[in-house]
């Protein structure tokens, strides 16, 4: 579930379990536990599906590279982009390839991102939840790294090393509200009631979130005032999605 990941910065040769693509025949494969668990999808009907049965074989999903980061396909209150380097994404999951270094997914954490997210995605999903598309998703834009001082990359490593031994909350709980917990509570906002666009503070934002976000407004070159508005237009923006949600 991307509720229960983390953006856990890790290195590769510290993972304790590598990942094989079986890219061979059944033929190939007799007397192996691999041509076993093929005969056992293929009981299950999987081979039948259309994203399997138009592949040459249906268990593979070809050569590919595990990507440095993920994107998730849906949005509800959290906009996590997940550092990877461990698994292959497929339909929920867009794999992320950074050109430009790990840097990439530092700015992709930033709060400029759910805002283009909530702009450009469509709500047509379950409980208000937002749908976001592949071809979208390359469409999100970020400070190029000649933007990003030599200083201000190392306060990115730092700050994205904290956030990634954090829960990222949802971005109500990131940029300072708190949430309702009652039970059962009879407000048609709940849990949002006391999440307010106008009474965004600066310093209420959570303080790894506000320093990174700070590198992104400086690239950008926007003033403390236009950062409020970008957080009061993303506060905004969320909340009006899941309470109308509610309400139908």
């Known amino acids: 579930s991307p509720r229960e990941c983390k953006s856990i910065l890790i290195k590769p040769e510290d993972l304790k379990y590598k990942i094989f693509m079986c890219h061979k025949d059944k033929k190939d494969l007799k007397g192996t536990n691999a041509l076993e668990y093929i005969k056992w999808g293929e009981k299950q009907k999987f081979h039948e599906r259309p994203s399997c049965g138009g592949r040459q074989r249906w268990?593979?999903?070809?050569?590919?590279?595990?990507?440095?980061?993920?994107?998730?396909?849906?949005?509800?209150?959290?906009?996590?982009?997940?550092?990877?380097?461990?698994?292959?994404?497929?339909?929920?999951?867009?794999?992320?390839?950074c050109s430009e270094g790990i840097i990439t997914i530092f700015l992709l954490n930033s709060t400029i991102i759910p805002l283009q997210i909530e702009l450009i995605g469509r709500i047509n999903l379950g409980e208000g939840a937002l749908d976001f598309k592949v071809y979208e998703a390359a469409d999100l834009l970020i400070?190029?790294?000649?933007?990003?001082?030599?200083?201000?990359?190392?306060?990115?490593?730092?700050?994205?090393?904290?956030?990634?031994n954090r829960e990222i909350n949802s971005i109500f709980e990131e940029i300072g509200f708190p949430l309702c917990r009652e039970r059962y509570c009879k407000n048609p906002e709940h849990p949002y009631e006391f999440v307010d666009p106008n009474k965004v503070l600066l310093d209420k934002i959570l303080p790894d979130r506000r320093e990174l976000d700070k590198i992104v407004f400086e690239a950008l070159g926007l003033t403390e005032e236009e950062?409020?508005?970008?957080?009061?237009?993303?506060v905004e923006l969320v909340k009006t999605r899941l309470v109308k949600a509610r309400s139908l």
């Open 59 to 97: 268990w593979d999903l070809g050569k590919r590279d595990i990507s440095d980061a993920v994107c998730m396909m849906s949005y509800n209150d959290r906009h996590p982009f997940l550092f990877n380097k461990v698994s292959l994404c497929d339909a929920r999951l867009y794999d992320i390839y």
């Open 143 to 164: 400070p190029c790294k000649t933007s990003i001082k030599d200083s201000q990359s190392k306060t990115l490593h730092q700050v994205f090393k904290q956030m990634s």
């Open 227 to 234: 950062q409020l508005e970008v957080y009061r237009a993303v």
